[in-house]
């Protein structure tokens, strides 16, 4: 089944580690987005792609990073210099184009706790 | 980027019909408006997306106002299951490929 899959769904590190987050699709889509969501609050964009070897910072890009050597991968590292790096990450993927405007896919979020 | 704004929450009873409303005052000619729904710890689901006219697909219909300000998506009979956090946000058509998310509505459906 076509999909995008992000792995672990829990994930917990001692305060100072880096980590990485793993999301993989095979939709053939050339976008892939990273969004970090807190308790009651909305998703704030971390990092997008729009194809490989290129990435763009979103809102909150600081204390994170990307890489996108795959059109299927889009991981993303939590280094130590994010302060409050305790959140919900989603990971989405879409269609790239222009003149092309179709729905973006979400994976079902790595919950990460850092202790 | 334009942005959206949407009442934090909203309640329905169940078999009714909802109304979520979404203003984007600052829309520019090509933004196409999309609609997602988050359950509880899920990631978001595509609802429904439009541009100028009024669309209805198998979840909702989308109503999107004549000068394009603002929009409403329509759940015709609520049930428990839509029970969940309503996006709207601007999809550029052209330019940037970001996907900027507010806050969104909160939809409780009471049985």
């Known amino acids: 089944d076509g999909g995008i899959t992000q792995s672990p769904k829990y994930l917990f590190r001692k305060e100072g580690q880096n980590v990485t987050l793993s999301c993989e699709q095979n939709?053939?889509?050339?976008?892939m987005y990273w969004y970090r969501q807190d308790p009651g609050q909305g998703l704030r964009l971390i990092y997008y792609?729009?194809?490989?070897?290129?990435?763009q910072k979103g809102d909150i890009a600081e204390g994170y990073s990307v890489s996108r050597e795959k059109k299927e991968s889009f991981p993303l590292t939590v280094t130590s210099a994010q302060k409050n790096p305790t959140a919900f990450y989603l990971c989405?993927?879409?269609?790239f184009g222009r003149g092309l405007n179709t729905e973006a896919f979400f994976g079902q979020g790595t919950r990460l706790t850092v202790v | 980027d334009a942005k959206t704004t949407q009442p934090n929450s909203m309640e329905s009873n169940e078999e009714e019909p909802v109304h979520l409303p979404c203003n984007h005052s600052?829309?520019?000619?090509?933004?196409?408006i999309h609609w997602y729904r988050q359950l509880p710890s899920q990631g978001p689901e595509y609802v429904i997306h439009?541009?100028?006219s009024n669309v209805n697909n198998r979840m909702a219909s989308l109503a999107i106002a004549e000068d394009r300000k603002s929009s409403t998506l329509i759940l015709h009979r609520a049930t428990l299951r839509d029970a969940a956090v309503y996006y709207c946000?601007?999809?550029?058509?052209?330019?940037?490929?970001?996907?900027?998310f507010g806050t969104g509505t909160r939809l409780t459906v009471i049985p």
């Open positions: 600052t829309i520019s000619g090509t933004d196409y």
């Open positions: 792609s729009q194809i490989v070897n290129d990435f």
């Open positions: 989405a993927s879409s269609i």
């Open positions: 946000i601007l999809r550029p058509q052209t330019g940037a490929n970001n996907l900027f």
């Open positions: 439009g541009l100028t």
């Open positions: 939709l053939n889509h050339d976008a």
